[in-house]
């Protein structure tokens, strides 16, 4: 079996044995109440789970939809999905506590539907409800 050649100008590969990572990426929502208050809970659920290689990517900066820039912590690559876009939330167990991460960006490789790269930032763990807001 071949690898398919990571864009980006670098001679690094990926290959589907190179997922060994598993993630989990989830669905918010912000849900209110039929009573009247003005009170929102945040509502989060699996979306689907997949097997993906995680690299390390301290310091590289990002800016989102309204010019802010956010630090990217870690880039995620997963088997091309359609339906994984910045709103979604990404989870990863670590040594028995679990890990959350904000979608900041997202990019097809190769543009061919392949692999995904997914850049995140760190938010904590998963017991701190603002952290994944």
């Keep these: 079996m071949s690898c398919k050649p990571k864009i980006k100008q670098k001679a690094d590969t990926i290959c589907t044995g190179d997922l060994k990572t598993r993630i989990t990426i989830q669905?918010?929502?912000?849900?209110?109440?039929?009573?009247?208050?003005?009170?929102?809970?945040?509502?989060?659920?699996?979306?689907?789970?997949?097997?993906a290689m995680q690299v390390s990517s301290n310091g590289e900066e990002a800016f989102d939809s309204t010019n802010i820039i956010k630090v990217i912590t870690d880039k995620f690559y997963i088997?091309?999905?359609?339906?994984?876009?910045?709103?979604?939330i990404l989870q990863?167990?670590?040594?028995?506590?679990?890990?959350k991460f904000k979608i900041i960006d997202i990019e097809n490789l190769n543009g061919k539907n392949e692999f995904l790269c997914?850049?995140?930032?760190?938010r904590g763990?998963?017991?701190i409800k603002n952290n994944f807001v």
């Excluded at 088997?79 to 979604?88: E, F, G, L, P, S």
């Design 27 to 51: 669905r918010r929502r912000k849900v209110t109440s039929n009573d009247g208050s003005t009170d929102a809970s945040l509502n989060i659920s699996d979306l689907v789970k997949v097997w």
């Design 79 to 88: 088997r091309y999905r359609n339906d994984i876009d910045i709103t979604k």
């Design 92 to 99: 990863k167990e670590e040594k028995g506590n679990v890990i």
């Design 118 to 122: 997914i850049r995140a930032t760190r």
């Design 125 to 127: 763990d998963g017991t």
